[in-house]
Nanobody, 115 residues
Framework: QVQLVESGGGLVQAGGSLRLSCAAS????????LGWYRQAPGKQRELVAS???????NYADSVKGRFTISRDNAKKTVYLQMNSLKPEDTAVYYC?????????WGRGTQVTVSS
């Protein structure tokens, strides 16, 4: 069983930065594809960024050039560095770990960007 715990959310002014972290348990971390998703009120959950076990990254068009996903397999942690934040980035951000056997979600961390 895999457990994911997000941290690092908060309230920030537009143009500011936040760094989200997601710590995982279990032995599947190094072979897993990891992702950050977000869900704003009244909207569907959407993919923000993902990173494969080999380090290949993928970003939503809305965050390209502003957000960076990275992983530390030794610490079993995935990060999301968010720069130049905009009010439309306000959402609950969720960490996801995916392998052939698991598809696990964290409980989420709130990010609020004020204008």
């Amino acid at each position: 069983q895999v457990q994911l715990v997000e941290s690092g959310g908060g309230l920030v002014q537009a143009g500011g930065s936040l760094r989200l972290s997601c710590a995982a348990s279990g032995r599947m971390f190094s072979i897993a594809e990891l992702g950050w998703y977000r869900q704003a009120p009244g909207k569907q959950r959407e993919l923000v960024a993902s990173i494969t076990s080999g380090g290949t990254t993928n970003y939503a068009d809305s965050v390209k050039g502003r957000f960076t996903i990275s992983r530390d397999n030794a610490k079993k942690t995935v990060y999301l560095q968010m720069n130049s934040l905009k009010p439309e980035d306000t959402a609950v951000y969720y960490c996801n770990l995916h392998t052939a056997l698991y598809n696990s979600w964290g409980r989420g961390t709130q990010v609020t960007v004020s204008s």
